[in-house]
Every structure is written in C-alpha cells, then in structure tokens.
C-alpha cells in the first residue's frame, strides 16, 4: 500500500477554446484538457446511481472494486485503486489486477468510522508493454540494441523518479541494458520497482465515489422491543424507567443487544386513543404513545410517570454495562396538546375551516396525531427544530433511532438531517420504519439510514423468501440496504400466526435470526406466542399501544430458552453475522422439489466457519428430504466425510456425500442449525443414515 496524491479527481472532457492560426486564419476550437491521456474508465461498481450515493461498509469490511479499463491500439496499461478516509490527507492506493475482457478488480479495507471515498485511476504503461514485447523478441531472437535503449530509457526515468536503494538498483538495470544484458528486461524485481515508480503524466482518474463506514453493529445487531410504560410487575401501574433497568437482566439473558423503547415522551389528551384504538379514551386510559405532547413538553421532555432525566441516563447506563444499548424512538408527528402546535401552527397543515388536519389514511382517521408539513414556509426552523430532537438525546448517551413511518417525511430532509448529525456523531444507528414501495424503502437507504424494517413479514412461502433474499444479497441493493428482519411488530400481527402454532413461532423466528445479520422482536409478545387479531385487520386485539399490561415472563410456554440458544449461536458463529454468503439449497423429496423445506447456508469470509439451516415451513406436518449441499465451495472433497453439529438438538452426523437426508418434526423442532466442519472432533458421531 502506498500513499498517492490526486491533484485533478476528475478528468475534464473540455477546455475554454483555443485559438489557432492555420495560414492567414484563426480559429477558435475546443480540445479535451490533454488530450494524451487516453485510457478509458467505465462501469465502475459499486457505484449508487452514479455516484451520487455512498455505498456502505463497517469498519474492517473489504470493498471490492470493478471497472472497465481499456485504451486505443494495444499499449499494456496499469491501475490503481485509490482511497481514503476523511480524516485521511492524502490517498492510498492498491494495485488492480486485470480479469477477462477489459474488466478490473481491485480491493481496499476501511478503518475508521465515517465518509471515506474511492476512485480508479489508470494509466497507459509503457515500460510493461516494452517488457511484454521484449519477451516476444527475445523468444525469437530478434533483439535489436535499439531495443535494449529504449527500455533503457524508460528506467532511466524512473530512477530519477525514486531514491535511496530503489534508485541505485534502477540505475544498476540502466547499466545491465546497455551492455547488452537483454534478460534483464524480464527480471519480476525490475517490474516490481517500474511499478513502483511508474509514470503517470496521462493518467486518467475516474469521479471519485463515497462510502459511509460505520460500526460493527450497524450490520450485526439483535433487537428486543418493549413498552416501557407496560414493565410493571403490579396490575394498574404504569411502569417507569427503574423497572425497564430491573427488566435488563431478562433482555441480556436472551441475548439482545438493542433494547428498543416506544416514544418516552409525554402523550397528548385532546382526542386520546383508547382501548383497541378506540376514538374516545376512558378515564384513566393512558393513550397511544405515538400521540406526543402536552403540557409537559413535547419531543425532548419524558412522560412524568416514567421518571426523569436522570432515571433514563441512569437507565442508559445500566443497559451499556450488561453491553446492551438503548434506542429510541422518533416518531416526528405530534398530538393536539404539543407545545409546537401552540407555538409553530405553521408548521402543519391548515385546512379551509382553519383547523389543523390530522393524519389519516381514508377511512381511518388519527386524530389524536398531526404530521409536519414539509411544505410549510418556515421549514427551515422546521428542520433545525427536528435535527434538534436527535442532538439532544444524543446528548444523553443515545445512538441508536428507529424512526417511525420516515417515508412521510420529505427525503430531501433526511438526507440533510442525517449528514449532519453523522458529521457530529459518526456512531449513530438510524433503522428505518418504512413499511412501503420497494423504491421508497431503498431511497430512504441511500439517503441515509442505517438500517431497514423490509417486507419478510409477508413472505411466507420458499420461493418468495428465496427471490426476496436473492434480491438483497445478490444484488446492487446490498451496498446500501442492510435488512432488519421482524416476525411481528406492536403493529403487525401477519395472518400465518393466527391460528398460534408453536412451530411457526419458532420457524418465523429462527429465519428471521438466520437469514440476515440483524433482526428484532417485539417482546414479550412474541416469546409468550400472543396470536389473537383484531377482527379483519393485521394487528394484535388488547394491543398495549393503546392500555397498560402486565406481562408473565416466566410463562413455562414462553420461547424463553430457545431465543437465548439462538442468540448465543449468532454471537459465537461469524458465518450468521453477515448476509453476503447466503446461498439456498434444493431440498427434494422422491426426486421432486420439496417446497416445504427450506435450507441455506452462509460462511464466514475466511470459510472457516459453515452454517446450514434447515427449516420446516410446515406448522403442523412432519416433512423430510434431501438437501443437495455445495460441497466444492465448502472445500470438500467428492467422497469425503465431514460432520453436522446440531448446535440446537446437540446431535452429530457424518455425512459423505453432497445429498444428505433430513427430517423435521414441528411437534418437536421445526428447525436445524447445523455447523458443518471438515474434520472429526474429539467427540463420537452419531452416524445418520
């Protein structure tokens, strides 16, 4: 790796004109800046739209670079790919290596948290095409001195181009030419200093293309959501942040390491939500929290009966020393009581009648909530006011927002929000709630946000969890949209959970923990299998958004031990902590493909570490068959045992061949997460047959 600087990034087609004279006229013409450089550089990949995106990495992931690199004529050419952090003065660069058809790969690693950029430059080299056709001459014995001279020359230059002992050996070759050495032409040392030294007065250097490097849990994080207000242990009274801190223990036994808390702020009365979302409240109802505001403040203050101030920062902490971290969230809309309502109504949309509209999606009706106007006249103290929101409870050791319904904000403010809280707090984590159209989802991505809630809630069948996967790894879409898989949300309740098989808990769960790097849940909800919907709508009846609950977390049906086992699988197999390795399997059944089995592997980069999963979509029927495994990829050889860990039942296998038979039973477990190893351990194997 070697330091470069980059005096032009991009190279101009044109010029102002210049005048010529040619015989009694002058003309005025317009001619590329230099016209000598003549390498061309096209495709760069990856590139988000151009270039006008960064693509994303955590600190210490690869990013792996193509481009189209060719010239006119049949000169050799060299590339470089060139890259730097922001905190960085000057570029680094490593070497590109040429593939098939003009096409080049090189490759960078990223160090430091926050902008880094990249971009490609290449040059034609003609001491390498003096090289190339040197071997050609000497293999026919047609080596002229002329020919010795002119290489000659080439290392003449760049011996005034090094130093030290590199420009002493350079000057030794200068020597070994002209006397005729023709062999020295050939020698891998000399190629290594040419290169070293190359010139590049015709470079040319492709537009320089962004990346936002972020922490290690923006790609790998285990999410439990909970109502802060619902961790009472007594009926009736509203929890506060010291039973969230007594509830901590619980959270870390399971394995999370994001404990998501619903708003914390304080809950409007003027149209306040009651039970089931019904339009009036009754005394003592406690609201939905997602209507924010009222006399005591709005999106920076908390709810009295939570606590104070103090009680989240004392919270926040505890959380951190059990190495969870807490992340809020944003809901940017307010309720009829919000201090903004009163003091900024500008700020919202003003109907006819001059009452200010409340959300709704036709026929439903959200009074007790007004939405921004991103159109208002005074958006600019709009969205300082809103960028403040996060400033602040940045300030209290957050850093890490889900963000509620984003989409219905405009794109153009997030975009500035979140650069410039970045800039602040490089740390931060923003998981995007926007349950909508695919390219909605995946600009919200590109604008910005870390993460994303995406549609697995609703794919249920192999073949569209299969595309949706392929789609989101195998594609463009994974530099910049990194999945967050949820079962079920305090707002979705899907329809294959309604009859509450066990065995569609635990299979919905383990795909979602298994599939990709990050998931969530909504707890305890889902541990304690709640599967009761309001009548024709995809959500829970009794839902705690609207009433207080208390919660039987030692239920003995709770999924309790299972998420734990998962979690702890996740945590000590570096294959399931990324989403680049998937790689589905057919699984068939009497020769036919058995649609009720699914199975997929992943590896860690270094392929040392192979999960393969194996799950029964089936909720009630026991299903069998054979998984066709890529034994070549995994580095096993045709005919050679290896060995499956069972890591959920403890069971071992020897396998020996590249299909292998599996059976799931959902009266038991619907699942196997097998960790295939190459060589026998010290323990026995059961053999399977």
Known sequence: MTCYSIENKETPMTTAPTIFEIGTEQLAVEL???GRSRVVIERIQPAIDGGRFPIKRVVGERVEVEADIFTDSHDALSAVLLYRAECDEQWFEAPMEALVNDRWHGAFTVAHIGQASYTVQAWVDHFKSWARDMAKRIAANVVAPVDLEIGARLVEAARARAAGADATQLGQYVASLRAGA???ALEPELANLMARYSERHFATTAPVLPVVVDRERAVFSTWYELFPRNTSPEAGRHGTFTDVEARLPYIAELGFDVLYLTPIHPIGHLFRKGKDNSPTAQPGEPGSPYAVGNEHGGHQSIHPELGTLDDFRSLVQAARDLGIEIALDNAFQCSPDHPYVRDHPDWFYVRPDGSIQYAENPPKKYQDVYPFNF???DWQAMWLELKRFFSFWAEQGVRIFRV?????KAFV?????IGELKREYPDLIFLSEAFTRPKVMYRLAKEGFTQSYTYFAWRTTKAELTEYMTELTRTEVREFFRPNFWPTTHDILTPQFYEGHRALFIARFVLAATLTASYG??????ELMLHT???????????EKYELKVWNLDDPRSLRPLIARINHIRREHIALQRNESLRFHRVENNYVENDQLIAYSKQSPDGQDIILTVVNLDPVNVQSGWVQLPLAEWGIAAGDSFYAHDLLSDARYTWNSEWDFVRLDPASLPVHIFHIQRAPTERSFDYYM
Do not use: K, L, Q
């Open 32 to 34: 590329p800046s230099d």
């Open 182 to 184: 023709s062999s020295m």
């Open 375 to 377: 159109e208002s006249g």
């Open 404 to 408: 509620d319904n984003p989409h219905t």
């Open 413 to 417: 403010f997030w975009e500035w929000c």
């Open 521 to 526: 849940i909504y707890g305890p909800a889902y």
């Open 533 to 543: 919907p309001v009548a024709g709508r995809e959500e829970y009846i009794d839902n």
